[in-house]
């Protein structure tokens, strides 16, 4: 199916990445329906589009006609049926368990119409180990954005041998739609193009800190202050999720069995103690305003 076909998308999974590429999607004209089987996580995504229309229209960022209309235009719902139904997109943001994905994508094929495209957020996990689950493995592929998905313009679309190049088209195509930029990777590697940079300088820090070497704000300054990124990596986990940083860890490490892989003893101790990032008020950080 082209983009221009796509009217309606189902976003499945409503956390840190769902919710605001759902948002993303309404307030590019789609009608959205996200998903997600935690109540409260869907409420708290629904207050967040409550509150961020309203504050981008005061802001002059955004018109209120506009913000009225993607508010219409989006709606949650923690049955997966009813968001999946009529959906000729879904992208699926739930968390990085590769057998949670592939039972969630089992259903979405037998759920969704022939015609629609399956397509997965999953930061590391390609789709080949997900699409053949499916009886439709070409509609099947990679669409990643990134944190905060409402702010961050890149989408990196990865193209699975088993994906057909209609559908990493019409995915290229709705990226732009959402006024993103994508970019096609032409074959699956593991972490794509920006995680693969961006581990080697995660690892390092959490490297620095384990050795004693310097405290993980002065870590970050020295990113921040000379290297010129926005954030440093531990702020930057903070933001995206240690629970993610510890699942991603933990997939690899248990898939090849290289301790190499293994969670850094800090982020098994944040993830312990629930010291998520920004998503539980405290992390590497301390967020008051959670
Ligand atoms: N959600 C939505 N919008 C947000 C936001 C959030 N969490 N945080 C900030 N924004 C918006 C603000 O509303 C503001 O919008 P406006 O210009 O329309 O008013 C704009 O972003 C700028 O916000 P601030 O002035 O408050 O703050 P900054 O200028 O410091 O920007 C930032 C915040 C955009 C988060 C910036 O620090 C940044 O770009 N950080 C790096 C983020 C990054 O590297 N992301 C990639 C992570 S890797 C990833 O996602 C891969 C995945 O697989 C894990």
Redesign the pocket.
């Known amino acids: 199916m082209g983009a221009e076909e796509i009217k309606n998308i189902c976003v499945v999974g409503a956390g840190n990445?769902g919710h605001?590429i759902a948002l993303s999607a309404a307030l590019a004209g789609y009608k959205v329906r996200c998903t997600d089987v935690n109540r409260e996580v869907l409420q708290k995504a629904e207050q967040?589009v409550t509150t961020?229309l309203p504050?981008?229209v005061a802001?002059g960022?955004l018109t209120q006609d506009a913000a009225d209309a993607a508010r219409a235009n989006v709606m949650f719902s923690s049955d997966l049926r009813e968001a999946a139904e009529n959906a000729d997109l879904v992208i699926e943001a739930v968390i990085e368990k590769l057998e949670l994905k592939r039972s969630l994508f089992k259903q979405l094929d037998s759920i969704c119409l022939p015609h629609t495209i399956l397509a997965t957020?999953?930061?590391?996990i390609v789709s080949s180990k997900i699409a053949d689950v499916t009886s439709r493995t070409e509609k099947v592929c990679n669409m990643?954005?990134?944190?905060?998905?409402?702010?961050?313009k890149?989408v990196e679309v990865v193209k699975g041998t088993h994906t057909s190049e209609k559908t990493t088209k019409t995915l290229m195509d709705v990226s732009l739609r959402m006024g993103k930029t994508p970019v096609l990777l032409q074959h699956e590697i593991y972490g794509?193009l920006?995680?693969r940079m961006?581990a080697a300088i995660k690892n390092e820090a959490i490297y620095l800190l384990d050795m004693g070497i310097a405290g993980h704000e002065d870590i970050d300054k020295a990113v921040t202050l000379a290297l010129g990124?926005?954030?440093g990596p531990f702020?930057?986990m903070d933001?995206?999720?240690i629970d993610?940083t510890y699942f991603v860890a933990m997939e690899r490490y248990q898939e090849s069995g290289d301790p190499i892989y293994r969670p850094s003893p800090v982020i098994v101790e944040k993830f312990i103690k629930n010291e998520w990032g920004?998503k539980t008020g405290k992390g590497f950080y301390e967020y008051p305003e959670h």
């Open positions: 990445m605001q967040f961020y504050e981008k802001k960022k957020n999953s930061s590391y990643h954005f990134f944190n905060p998905a409402l702010v961050m890149l794509f920006v995680n961006l990124y926005p954030m702020r930057l933001l995206t999720g993610l920004r």
